[in-house]
């Protein structure tokens, strides 16, 4: 049995604006990302824990670091990991981005356009994200069997992970909550997922 402990990032200056970080934009964490960040190295501190695999963004380097230091470990970097590239509409407002995304998407529906097919402009789509995420996935987890693995990734990389280990449709893969510095645990044996925990936040009520 693997078991990952999948870790959104600590929130972020950018994150508490109610900015896009995306692939391109990166900042520094907010004094409540630095509390985060102890309340998840006291929650693993015990934990065993043989991989940690974050992007090279630095958010999620940053996190993974944290918590590799602990275990006496070297965080992994893999560029796949990173967040979406929601291409030119990188410089607008989180809220107002997916908004134009969703219209556009919708719209490019109607004209009878694959969904595979469409895109920001000079962006990625979910399946995108998807076909690069998941071959860093499917990597960890024919190299890590009966191992436990921290993956710190970002909210809609968590969200693309979790939607297809669980066979979800792609439309459907950002209904999952993914809050700054959440926890996600999934066992997975013999191709079968075992969900202990989605958007967990209990060890920051401390």
Not at 172 to 197: H, M, P, R, T
Request: overall charge neutral; charged content about 25%; hydrophobic content about 35%.
């Amino acid at each position: 049995m693997t078991k990952l402990i999948i870790i959104r990032h600590c929130e972020t200056v950018l994150n508490a604006q109610g900015k896009i970080q995306s692939v391109h934009t990166d900042s520094a964490f907010t004094p409540e990302g630095e509390r985060q960040l102890s309340c998840i190295l006291s929650r693993f501190k015990l934990e065993q824990i043989h991989a940690i695999y974050c992007s090279d963004l630095g958010r999620s380097f940053r996190t993974a670091e944290a918590i590799a230091e602990d275990h006496h470990l070297q965080p992994l970097i893999v560029e796949s990991l990173k967040e979406c590239d929601i291409g030119e509409w990188k410089d607008l407002p989180l809220k107002e981005a997916l908004h134009k995304w969703a219209l556009f998407y919708e719209n490019m529906k109607k004209k009878g356009m694959k969904r595979e097919e469409i895109r920001p402009p000079h962006g990625e789509n979910s399946f995108d994200h998807q076909k690069r995420v998941m071959s860093v996935i499917n990597m960890i987890l024919k190299k890590h069997p009966q191992e436990s693995v921290v993956i710190v990734g970002h909210s809609g990389t968590n969200k693309v992970i979790i939607g297809s280990l669980f066979g979800k449709d792609p439309d459907d893969f950002y209904s999952l909550q993914q809050s700054n510095a959440c926890v996600n645990i999934l066992e997975i044996q013999n191709g079968k997922v075992k969900e202990i925990c989605l958007n967990d936040m209990s060890h920051l009520m401390n």
